[in-house]
């Protein structure tokens, strides 16, 4: 066997091994209801959420539970979802506020993971206090304050054994100096919180206000077996009508154009 033939089939082996890896930690989010998979892939990418980072899986993983919880009158908020990803390096703006009526990304910002729960990525995630880690799942952005950092915004846990004790813990989203891109610059890795999706002073205050009462914000991670296996993470039997009254994204209107909206992201 030539020297050439060798290299060409280990190129195509590590090709091969790459993509069954790739596959392997980041599934496919499927729906056996073509209808409703067409309406949230319509409003994934009339959001243009891929273009800044955020995988469909993520997306369509916190819609789901979004229409869990409306389904269930759990929502005051109806019309923000945000979502942090923490499948991606704390340098990467990696917190999307999404409006859902109109299918439009608000804001795209940085946010931090907890001390323990790793350096550059957030793969140890625990719902106990003093452990300094986050806490994955579905929340409800509740009540403002003014605390040590200023405006704040208090967080209702919403799934049992996953982020229930968030209030006891005291995770809330509040700004802290560490938060910015030239602490990036510096370290090569955002600073880190005691469990708090702490944001930088940029743009804490545009967040939380557009945020607070009773919004629904999601943290994802594709490490989190318990938060997939939620019920969360199944579709409500009314999802399509859910979908069809609270955003534009119905399939009539992916029928025909529809005016881009200007999406505001923070720099």
Same mark, same amino acid.
């Given at each position: ?12 082996? @590590? *090709?091969?091994?790459? @993509? ?24 994934? /990418? ?8 955020? !995988? ?12 869990? #919880? ?9 019309? *923000? ?11 990467? &703006? ?5 409006? *859902? ?8 910002? @940085? %946010?931090? /993971? ?14 106990? &206090? ?12 509740? $009540?403002?304050?003014?605390? &040590?950092?200023?405006?704040? @915004? &208090? ?17 809330? *989203? ?7 891109? =030239?602490? %990036? /610059? ?6 880190? !919180? ?5 944001? !930088? ?24 077996? $318990? $938060?997939?296996?939620?019920?969360? =993470? ?10 069809? /009254?609270?955003? #534009? ?19």
């Amino acid at each position: 066997m030539n020297f050439k033939y060798k290299s060409l089939l280990l190129s195509v082996f @590590l *090709i091969c091994f790459n @993509l069954t890896n790739i596959f392997a930690t980041q599934p496919l989010v499927e729906y056996r209801d073509e209808a409703t998979t067409e309406v949230i892939q319509s409003l994934y /990418h009339k959001a243009k959420l891929q273009d800044y980072g955020l !995988s469909f899986q993520a997306f369509a993983q916190g819609l789901t539970g979004y229409l869990n #919880l409306l389904s269930n009158d759990k929502i005051n908020n109806t019309r *923000i979802l945000s979502i942090v990803d923490f499948s991606q390096p704390s340098t990467n &703006k990696r917190l999307y506020v999404i409006d *859902i009526k109109k299918g439009v990304l608000l804001m795209n910002t @940085l %946010v931090a /993971h907890g001390r323990n729960s790793g350096m550059l990525y957030a793969d140890k995630f625990s719902n106990t &206090k003093n452990s300094k880690q986050s806490s994955c799942g579905f929340y409800s952005a509740a $009540e403002t304050y003014f605390g &040590k950092y200023g405006l704040s @915004l &208090k967080l209702d846990g919403l799934q049992k054994n996953i982020n229930s004790k968030a209030r006891e813990r005291a995770i809330v *989203i509040h700004a802290a100096k560490y938060v910015s891109q =030239s602490f %990036v /610059h510096q370290n090569g890795y955002l600073g880190r !919180s005691f469990g708090c999706p702490a944001l !930088s002073y940029k743009d804490h205050k545009q967040v939380i206000n557009t945020i607070k009462g009773g919004s629904v914000f999601f943290v994802y991670s594709n490490q989190n077996k $318990e $938060e997939s296996q939620d019920v969360l =993470s199944e579709l409500p039997n009314n999802a399509l009508e859910l979908l069809s /009254h609270y955003t #534009l994204s119905t399939p009539s209107m992916m029928e025909r154009d529809i005016p881009n909206h200007k999406i505001e992201i923070t720099k």
